[in-house]
């Protein structure tokens, strides 16, 4: 696929996922002639194995919860079935369907995509860069510039039994052909709670395990607080400070999760178990041995322009250990490319939204209020509001949740955070809002649409300008 057959490139990059391809798209947008090596589909693990696949699983749980409830809404459909084969071949089509629209903006902006497997070969420009196809032969292309964008694998631990028949990770438990009936989950971080609701909303009887004393490190914890009895009315087994000691094959051809907590030795039996403990980034093979990138620890090192040691090499995404989100990558590609092009654009870490695709979804932007009490201690303060309080929410007949503001002097946003309907959705606003530096007054000035759910937001920034909102007693 792509216009150039010469071997001679502005930019090359190595790895076709959201970084990789972003910054494709963007240096041929400037003129640029670009050479993109992936040895998959393009859009990578975002795409085939990530954000999208589960997605597409999360929508299916909210649809069957939705029809299970519609006799509230006056709608009687019989009772309702699930084809778990014909979820996956919707998740497949979704997936498919985007992998060929990547494919056409490659070929729009007469990118030239190279088949197969990308390694640097030299430390200084003009840049070779070797290309081994899926087939087993290479060729050699040269390029002044290099972004490595090679992503991250699913991290494994070393517990005895994770070999076995029906322990995945989560690439494979995207490619189960029947529901697992009783699924244990090791790791309680945001791939595997994902999953866990996912699969529990779906009937699947869900339990995790988690080493560390919470679920979901890194989320604002009082959003936790609140998902907890809302994981548990599902059905969800969750346990914490548990230290995995191995699987084994249980009774009945069953899997063993055996785990120790404070109260001793104890095991959960289940048809399937997902290993769900980090990302790991992915360099095996980008580059030389002789080439002297610098790392730290796995990943590869880079300065806030996504500059690595080497002139000319960049790195982006999973790889460089951001947050290992898609809306990073892209964007760290897109900066990238501003740097290749003359400019001086830095990454701000400071605005990055993260949205949790749990049954309710968490998202947040910015500080959390401990975070903010750490920085700027008596000046912060914080709002709350219920979604219970909305008309439009209790319309969708999806009351739990609220949304949380957290700011400092002169009502300046610092953070927030949402659990609730379509939180991933609305962290956009407060996104946008904290990147112009807006304060509460802003957000309270602003006129919210009636009757929406971004209401919310306008009534928790209520509570910080006038001290309560209108919508809800104190």
Not at 244 to 261: F, I, P, Q, S
């Amino acid at each position: 696929m792509g216009m150039n057959s010469a071997s001679v490139f502005d930019v090359a990059i190595i790895g076709g996922g959201p970084g990789g391809y972003v910054a494709a798209i963007r240096a041929a947008q400037e003129g640029l002639s670009v050479a993109l090596i992936d040895r998959g589909p393009l859009g990578g693990t975002c795409l085939s194995w990530g954000c999208i696949p589960t997605k597409a699983l999360h929508h299916t749980a909210e649809v069957w919860r939705t029809v299970h409830g519609a006799a509230t809404y006056g709608v009687h459909a019989g009772e309702p079935t699930l084809d778990f084969t014909a979820v996956m071949a919707h998740k497949d089509d979704v997936v498919r369907n985007l992998v060929r629209g990547i494919d056409g903006l490659m070929q729009g902006n007469k990118v030239t995509v190279l088949r197969g497997i990308g390694c640097l070969l030299t430390a200084a420009p003009p840049h070779r860069v070797s290309v081994r196809d899926n087939d087993g032969g290479s060729r050699e292309i040269t390029a002044s510039n290099v972004i490595i964008a090679t992503g991250s694998v699913p991290g494994m631990v070393p517990i005895p039994g994770l070999d076995l028949p029906g322990v995945v990770t989560s690439d494979g438990i995207l490619a189960l052909t029947a529901q697992p009936k009783r699924l244990a989950v090791i790791g309680g971080g945001i791939i595997g709670m994902e999953f866990a609701t996912i699969f529990a909303a779906l009937g699947t009887t869900v339990s995790v395990v988690e080493r560390l004393p919470n679920i979901l490190t890194g989320v604002e914890p009082e959003m936790i607080r609140r998902a907890l009895p809302m994981y548990r009315k599902m059905g969800l087994a969750i346990t914490v400070d548990a230290s995995v000691e191995e699987v084994t094959w249980g009774d009945d051809d069953d899997l063993a999760v055996h785990y120790r907590t404070a109260d001793g030795k104890k095991s959960i039996e289940a048809d399937a178990v997902l290993v769900a403990v980090g990302r790991t980034p992915y360099t095996e093979g980008a580059w030389a041995a002789d080439v002297p990138l610098e790392k730290d620890r796995r990943a590869v090192r880079v300065d806030a322009g996504l500059r690595t040691n080497l002139p000319g090499v960049y790195a982006i995404g999973d790889v460089a250990l951001m947050p290992q989100l898609a809306h990073t990558a892209s964007m760290q590609g897109e900066i990238v490319v501003e740097n290749i092009t003359g400019h001086d654009a830095q990454y701000d870490a400071s605005v990055v939204p993260n949205c949790v695709f749990t049954l309710p979804e968490i998202a947040g932007v910015g500080l959390t209020e401990e975070q903010a009490r750490e920085r700027f201690g008596d000046a912060v303060h914080t709002s709350a509001f219920p979604f219970a309080a909305l008309g439009r929410a209790q319309i969708l007949g999806e009351t739990a949740g609220v949304v949380k503001l957290v700011c400092g002097e002169a009502n300046k946003l610092l953070g927030a955070h949402i659990i609730g309907p379509r939180a991933s959705d609305l962290i956009a606003e407060l996104a946008l809002g904290l990147q112009l530096g807006a304060t509460a007054d802003d957000v309270a000035r602003t006129i919210h649409a009636h009757p929406t759910l971004p209401e919310a937001i306008h009534e928790a920034a209520l509570g910080i300008v006038n001290g309560r909102p209108v919508h809800a007693l104190r």
